[in-house]
């Protein structure tokens, strides 16, 4: 920030997680809030979430489309109408896009007065970021942003986790375990009550189920566990089967990693 009139970081992944985070917990360290920010999506991701079968993401679908556009907008209103922000969406824009699909995500989001950019840069380097670059610009110049917290350091632990659970994930109430209730009740009782809290969550739904991708009905977040993090300077919130390492996939890449009978090692790239 010293060093340039503008700087890009990247919040982390979910407008639920990354930037809740990042806005709750690092912002009140910075001190600084963000002048714009850019919700990243893609036409697969939304079809996905609308209910298309992964098999057949690559095919036009706007009826999935229309349904997926949900998903994007709680993150838009967390962000704009939440946190006070001002929001621009960015789509990674693929060959399989079609130009009906692109036209139809537009005007969505016109209709909630919100600006889209198709960003190519994975093929045509900055060039393909252009646009998206110029109107980042023109909204940090151009609107004043009325950013609030979403929980204060003075609410209890177990506030902090309910304002969170159900301002930004929606969550209808929060259902904490015997044994997290116990811990929060011994750390209320400490000088670390103050500290921020960190949930972790699946990042595939706003909920604690992976597989609840509408969230189209009530649901509850479930905190099994809590566990503080002196050093860091945030108390984490365990919610339903999450698991906090390691952070690997499915099919790591090491299982494609070998040595050869000359000991040249393969499968890195």
Not at 88 to 109: A, R
Not at 123 to 142: I, Q, S, T, W
Not at 194 to 206: N, V
């Amino acid at each position: 920030m010293k060093l340039a009139d503008y700087t890009i970081t990247e919040a982390g992944f979910g407008a639920d997680l990354g930037a809740e985070k990042f806005l709750d917990i690092k912002c009140r360290l910075l001190p600084k809030t963000p002048d714009a920010v850019v919700v990243v999506a893609t036409i697969k991701a939304l079809k996905y979430h609308g209910g298309q079968a992964i098999e057949d993401i690559k095919k036009e679908d706007i009826k999935s489309l229309d349904t997926g556009i949900h998903n994007l907008l709680k993150h838009i209103d967390n962000l704009k109408n939440k946190f006070g922000l001002n929001v621009i969406v960015g789509i990674n824009k693929f060959n399989t896009d079609t130009d009906k699909e692109l036209q139809y995500l537009e005007e969505k989001l016109h209709e909630y007065k919100i600006d889209l950019s198709l960003v190519t840069a994975w093929g045509e380097g900055g060039k393909g970021a252009a646009d998206l670059a110029r109107k980042v610009v023109k909204l940090c110049e151009e609107t004043k942003n009325e950013f609030k917290y979403i929980y204060e350091l003075t609410d209890s632990i177990s506030e902090k986790i309910e304002k969170v659970a159900k301002n930004i994930y929606g969550a209808t109430e929060v259902e904490f375990l015997p044994e997290a209730l116990e811990k929060i009740n011994k750390l209320q009782k400490t000088e670390y009550k103050s500290l921020p809290i960190c949930i972790a969550k699946t990042q595939y739904s706003l909920s604690d189920d992976a597989k609840n991708l509408l969230c189209d009905k009530p649901f509850n977040i479930h905190v099994r566990d809590v566990i503080l993090k002196s050093g860091a300077g945030f108390i984490v919130a365990l919610t339903g089967n999450i698991f906090t390492m390691p952070g690997l996939p499915k099919v790591p890449a090491s299982e494609k990693i070998d040595i050869d009978e000359d000991g040249n090692i393969v499968g890195i790239f």
